[in-house]
């Protein structure tokens, strides 16, 4: 293994840069308490990697850890996990590993009546109309770097898009279509209080993407995107070199991270791969904030883009806004350490893990000199997550394995060592992301590990040519006795990354509270038809064995929109409005209303019922659209 990689291979061009006069940055960090955020973090590195002063005794041995949940018993998590595809997210129990829940986000879903009723068919259509999306990275909001229960975000891979979930109800109240951008990856907020959302874009096209430089890859670019959460609408932009794939946020509020490949501007896999190194994109997030403020940006399909590139004027002194940090290869996660201190980035083809210091990076003349480890941890490493006691996990794609290794001790190690491996796992087979009980926060639990699978092979009942993948929980509390495999878990195609929060730190709601919507409450006081200029508005409420309304007549041609409320007040007693011949399912928990609207096309009678199994009368709970033929 030879030292830290350099860039003499690569053009870093030094321009001058009226960046390079701006006062210190560490003066100016918000609220976040930066002195705080200090103190915690240098507390948490002088127990790194002293098992002995984190102690495990909180946690059961592996030989007496169990991971059943008796009938009735509910569990100690909640993980929430990327459902591919399906365009979900996952949600299970930890650690009974039992699937409690499914969000729809990017695809519609009628069980939830999710794309079925006005509002949420509305979401989809405004985010971009697409018909399916591909759900990768989940994280949870965070208040001073721990979750607070409020919001989980996710990225579409697919279809650049960025969505967000309410944690109250469970389910997607925003998606935002992202300009500039072709399949946004990595889906990360900038902390310790999550006033930004990052989506970093992974495919390189021209910017603007109209028809020029078609077949000029040198012009293409990608793009790191800022989401404000609560209007979750893009802040800015910044343009980086080469394609970006995932990332995560330091704990401070200053920095993020994003691993990018393809620093060679190639379109085909061997043009992509045939350099040593790659890059780690260190973004000053503030630095580029500064730009946007002095109106160094340009504003490109509606949102403002600052050029991040090694040869923007904005890279050039002292102050660059995005420092580039050579890596090997192809590098694939990247993640920061608990206390803040590291960001490691995972080599994909290449053994090693890079550990940056993150203070050193913002003093350093050159950025590889702030990478102070390197162990070889083994074959395709990919991504790392932690347990609070100093230790990391690495998904090993190749070797098939999860490896534990000491962080302090891979920053005293030559590089390219193996001395801080401390053990390896056999998972089956071929892992992509792991999770450990809240890694992404300050203070992981250090208990439950899961890793995520490509492969299954032999490991459940053949279920035809396309196999199910594997979630494996993994018990990482007992540092004595090492890693146990606890249980297998299916999952459908193809899920990537995980979050796991402790099950108190959220307060899902029960019923709706009518307050948290748009539509009008409809009790049966408030029912009515109201009909203007071939409009008709049907408000009717629904509750156990009946509709408000036995008959509904409009005339061929109409345009008919309902609104209708669940008014019962007991817990998990669902409706729904169903009429198939029209594609309406809209689902009704209690309290809640919800709007659909149709036009009225076609004479005849059609059935209107209760989808949901919600009393011995269900059957008899049944309304009738009578569409009567236009004169």
């Known amino acids: 293994m030879t030292d830290t990689p350099t860039s003499t291979d690569r053009d870093r061009t030094e321009t001058d840069a009226t960046a390079a006069d701006r006062e210190p940055l560490f003066d100016r960090i918000p609220r976040r308490d930066f002195m705080k955020a200090g103190v915690?973090?240098?507390?948490?590195?002088?127990?790194?990697?002293?098992?002995?002063?984190?102690?495990?005794?909180?946690?059961?041995?592996?030989?007496?850890?169990?991971?059943?949940?008796?009938?009735?018993?509910?569990?100690?998590?909640?993980?929430?996990?990327?459902?591919?595809?399906?365009?979900?997210?996952?949600?299970?129990?930890?650690?009974?590993?039992?699937?409690?829940?499914?969000i729809p986000v990017f695809s519609t879903e009628s069980a939830r009546g999710y794309g079925y009723d006005d509002r949420t068919s509305e979401m989809l259509e405004e985010a971009g109309g697409y018909t399916w999306g591909d759900t990768h990275h989940p994280r949870l909001s965070q208040t001073d770097n721990d979750y607070d229960g409020r919001f989980a975000y996710v990225n579409d891979k697919a279809n650049g898009r960025m969505a967000r979930i309410d944690l109250k109800y469970f389910e997607t109240d925003a998606i935002v279509d992202v300009p500039n951008t072709q399949g946004v990856h990595g889906a990360c907020a900038r902390l310790p209080d999550t006033d930004l959302i990052f989506g970093v874009g992974e495919f390189r096209v021209p910017m603007p993407n109209d028809g020029r430089d078609l077949d000029d890859p040198d012009e293409y670019t990608s793009v790191l995107t800022a989401i404000e959460p609560e209007s979750f609408d893009v802040a800015w932009q910044v343009l980086v070199d080469g394609n970006m794939d995932n990332g995560d946020g330091g704990k401070n509020g200053r920095w993020f991270f994003a691993t990018g490949y393809n620093s060679e501007n190639g379109v085909t896999e061997s043009e992509m791969s045939g350099s040593d190194t790659d890059y780690v994109k260190a973004f000053d997030t503030l630095a580029i904030e500064d730009a946007v403020e002095a109106g160094e940006y340009e504003e490109i399909g509606g949102v403002k883009v600052v050029d991040g590139r090694q040869d923007s004027p904005l890279n050039g002194g002292s102050d660059p806004i995005v420092r580039y940090v050579d890596v090997p290869k192809s590098p694939h996660g990247v993640s920061v350490t608990p206390d803040g201190e590291y960001a490691i980035a995972s080599g994909k083809l290449d053994p090693t893990c890079s550990v940056i210091d993150i203070e050193m990076l913002g003093d350093a003349a050159d950025p590889n000199d702030a990478i102070v480890g390197q162990p070889r941890v083994g074959m395709g490493p990919l991504h790392t997550a932690y347990d609070g006691r100093g230790h990391a996990y690495t998904t090993l794609f190749i070797d098939s394995q999860v490896v534990k290794w000491d962080i302090e001790d891979a920053v005293e190690a030559d590089l390219g060592s193996e001395e801080p491996v401390i053990e390896k796992i056999d998972v089956h087979y071929n892992p992509g992301h792991l999770i450990a009980a809240e890694s992404y926060t300050a203070d992981p639990q250090g208990d439950w590990l899961v890793s995520l699978n490509k492969l299954s092979k032999d490991r459940f009942l053949p279920v035809g040519p396309m196999h199910p993948e594997n979630d494996q929980l993994i018990y990482i509390g007992d540092d004595d006795a090492g890693m146990k495999l606890v249980k297998d878990t299916p999952s459908y195609a193809e899920p990537h990354d995980a979050s796991i929060v402790s099950a108190?730190?959220?307060?899902?709601?029960?019923?709706?509270?009518?307050?948290?919507?748009?539509?009008?409450?409809?009790?049966?006081?408030?029912?009515?038809?109201?009909?203007?200029?071939?409009?008709?508005?049907?408000?009717?409420?629904?509750?156990?064995?009946?509709?408000?309304?036995?008959?509904?007549?409009?005339?061929?041609?109409?345009?008919?929109?309902?609104?209708?409320?669940?008014?019962?007040?007991?817990?998990?007693?669902?409706?729904?409005?169903?009429?198939?011949?029209?594609?309406?399912?809209?689902?009704?928990?209690?309290?809640?209303?919800?709007?659909?609207?149709?036009?009225?096309?076609?004479?005849?009678?059609?059935?209107?019922?209760?989808?949901?199994?919600?009393?011995?009368?269900?059957?008899?709970?049944?309304?009738?659209?009578?569409?009567?033929?236009?004169?």
């Not at 507390?43 to 009735?72: I, K, Q, R, Y």
């Not at 928990?589 to 059609?606: F, K, L, M, N, S």
Request: hydrophobic share 35%.
């Open 504 to 631: 108190d730190k959220l307060d899902p709601a029960t019923v709706y509270d009518p307050e948290d919507y748009d539509e009008e409450f409809v009790g049966p006081e408030d029912s009515e038809i109201v009909r203007e200029d071939g409009r008709v508005h049907v408000k009717m409420y629904s509750m156990r064995n009946e509709f408000g309304y036995s008959d509904v007549t409009v005339q061929e041609g109409d345009e008919v929109t309902f609104t209708v409320t669940n008014i019962e007040e007991t817990d998990d007693i669902l409706h729904s409005l169903a009429i198939p011949e029209y594609d309406v399912n809209i689902k009704l928990a209690p309290q809640e209303t919800r709007e659909v609207t149709i036009t009225a096309d076609e004479p005849g009678v059609y059935w209107m019922y209760c989808a949901f199994f919600c009393s011995a009368l269900h059957l008899e709970m049944r309304s009738r659209l009578l569409v009567e033929p236009a004169e």
């Open 40 to 102: 915690a973090a240098g507390a948490m590195g002088s127990f790194a990697g002293c098992t002995g002063l984190l102690s495990d005794d909180d946690h059961p041995s592996a030989a007496d850890v169990d991971a059943s949940v008796a009938p009735g018993e509910h569990d100690e998590y909640y993980a929430f996990l990327s459902g591919g595809h399906t365009g979900e997210i996952r949600v299970y129990g930890i650690p009974s590993m039992r699937q409690l829940m499914r």
